[in-house]
């Protein structure tokens, strides 16, 4: 069975009397270890469809299974505490904490969601740190560091807690393009050593042809996939 294996979803928001449906019988399955992206236009459903498998949302509709668990069975407290051991996630604007140094905003979901011994979460974080090309930056602030500096260490960040997937929704939108082409081969090159999922969405063109699996969505359906080597079924 798939990491991710989404049947049918549905997915419709109520904006006042009005339904809206973001996602239209979307099925597909994701293998671990995968590298997987989905394109679109803005308003096809790319960043719905990444809240829904990182338990963010509910499909409306169809069943989504994430690492064997049907994830719109969860509530509210079971979707936090699945996230927590399962997803890592990684954000076009970085999101990382400024008052914190790189070493703490990668330490930090150590600190929020695993019990982990200080000894073992220094250890953690420092062969994140070495991985990304940022241990000689540890002491440093977000504002002290560039754009693609902070997205190595949302990277690191993403995988310090050893998740099975890290979903990225347009994890170069901020970045010039030879920045953000660097920042994925980083993504892979962490899918390479750590066996981890990495599902991300995009519109950016240059980025597609990166993906070793991609899905196009178009009005919320998907209308496309393409294999270009790697693992995966769908």
Do not use: W
């Amino acid at each position: 069975m798939g990491l991710v294996v989404a049947e049918q979803i549905q997915k419709d928001y109520q904006i006042g009397e009005v339904a809206l449906r973001a996602l239209s019988g979307v099925s597909f399955e994701i293998e671990p270890a995968s590298f997987v992206s989905f394109v679109g236009p803005s308003g096809s459903g790319k960043t719905t469809l990444l809240n829904l498998i990182g338990c963010l949302d509910k499909p409306t509709e169809g069943t989504l299974t994430v690492a064997g668990t049907d994830v719109a069975s969860l509530d509210r407290k079971q979707s936090a505490a699945f996230r927590g051991a399962n997803i890592g996630f990684i954000f076009q604007d970085f999101n990382l904490i400024p008052v914190l140094t790189v070493y703490e905003n990668i330490e930090y979901p150590l600190l929020m969601v695993q019990n982990i011994p200080p000894v073992k979460r220094e250890e953690r974080v420092m062969k994140l740190l070495d991985a990304v090309g940022m241990a000689d930056q540890e002491n440093k602030y977000p504002d002290q560091i560039s754009g693609g500096q902070k997205q190595r260490v949302a990277v690191a960040r993403a995988l310090v807690t050893n998740p099975k997937l890290v979903l990225a929704d347009e994890p170069t939108a901020n970045l010039d393009s030879k920045t953000a082409y660097m920042v994925i081969e980083l993504m892979k090159k962490m899918r390479d050593e750590f066996k981890t999922t990495f599902i991300f969405s995009t519109h950016d063109q240059k980025i597609v042809g990166e993906a070793e699996i991609i899905y196009t969505l178009e009005d919320g359906e998907i209308a496309g996939r393409q294999n270009r080597g790697g693992n995966g079924n769908g």
